[in-house]
């Protein structure tokens, strides 16, 4: 088969999540103590999540990893740095263990498309497209409205169709005047995501 363009999709990056207040009745006075307490433990937590990307930013992986293991085992039902550490692990080519750890994430947070968008990111990069396009069909379920998701599946089924095309070229030489228009036409779209840089998308808070 001939070449084909690789392919890039665009990434979910963390956003900070913030503490909700207790549900509970409470006095006027007690409603503005547990939402100023929960304001700065929203804010705590912020910190720790900026300290960790900003340590990997700095290049001090194994810093940020050392921070990142800390917080869950003191948080195991926070999944924000769960989802963080994953991202750590991909950029420094871990990619079996950042591929469990967003799996896991799906099984633990089922309410949450981001993994399943990062699964799809990983898997694309294997060129495991059906995998990928499966994953992608699970986050769009969760949130039909998931615009880094929707592209990323555009991405995908572009490279598809091109796969495709090629190897029904390969297979008939005749279908060559034919097909060749269609496979110039997706390859000149293949190139531009292959070298997009990841945008920057949000998971949010689990309910």
């Not at 290049?59 to 003191?74: K, L, M, P, T, V």
């Not at 989802?83 to 871990?94: D, Q």
């Not at 309410?111 to 898997?123: I, S, T």
């Not at 992608?136 to 998701?149: C, E, F, M, Q, S």
Request: aromatic share 6%.
């Amino acid at each position: 088969m001939a070449a084909v363009c690789a392919i890039g999709l665009s990434r979910s990056v963390p956003r900070f999540m913030t503490q909700r207040p207790s549900p509970l009745f409470l006095s006027p006075r007690h409603a503005l103590l547990a939402l100023g307490l929960a304001l700065a433990a929203g804010a705590a937590l912020a910190d720790e999540y900026t300290e960790v990307q900003r340590l990997q930013g700095a290049g001090q992986s194994a810093q940020a990893f050392e921070r990142a293991d800390r917080y869950i085992a003191a948080n195991p039902q926070d999944p924000q740095m769960r989802f963080i550490k994953a991202n750590l692990l991909s950029a420094l080519g871990r990619t079996d263990e950042a591929l469990a750890m967003l799996t896991t994430l799906t099984s633990d947070y089922p309410e949450l498309p981001e993994p399943w968008n990062n699964l799809a990111v990983l898997y694309a990069a294997r060129g495991q497209l059906d995998k990928a396009d499966d994953a992608l069909a699970a986050a769009l379920r969760i949130n039909p409205a998931y615009g880094t998701a929707l592209e990323n599946r555009g991405d995908v089924r572009v490279r598809q169709a091109l796969d495709s095309y090629l190897r029904a070229r390969q297979l008939d030489a005749a279908s060559a005047a034919r097909l060749t228009p269609r496979i110039e036409a997706l390859q000149r779209l293949a190139p531009a995501s292959a070298t997009a840089a990841p945008a920057a998308s949000a998971p949010p808070a689990a309910q």
